[in-house]
């Protein structure tokens, strides 16, 4: 199975194709649309491994914008002692949620690909006579 790991937002991903992501929030983007990651610093498998200095020119990651959302609440309580100083403060980090298609090399060659997703066929209420009474 076929690895990459990508920087965004501050941060380093070990991704594989197919594998659903929380990363911080891409600017400018609305659900179900393609987004490419071009800072690779590292692609390979189990037999080989190449790693950028820092990253590898060429390869890419392909991704699809699932949503963008908000993380649940984190509290920011400040208390003073014998102050009667206190505050309370919330924080809710914004995230976009991305779905990983494609993991190209360097020379541009596919190197996995995430599985298509079929809809699923919608199930219809099958009444009988029994069921009824």
Known sequence: ?????????????K????????????????????IEFNEILAYGDDKII???????????????LIKNGKNKT???????????????NGHRQEYSMIRINKIFSKDGKILSEAEKKIAPNKKTKVTSKEEKK
């Open 1 to 13: 199975m076929s690895y990459a790991v990508i920087q965004t937002g501050g941060k380093q991903y």
């Open 50 to 64: 190449e790693i950028g200095s820092p990253k590898i020119k060429g390869a890419k990651v392909e991704a699809e």
């Open 15 to 34: 991704v594989k194709s197919g594998e659903i992501l929380k990363i911080e929030k891409l600017l400018d983007s609305k659900p179900e649309t393609k």
């Open 74 to 88: 984190v509290l920011i309580f400040k208390k003073r002692r014998r102050h009667n100083s206190r505050r309370k």
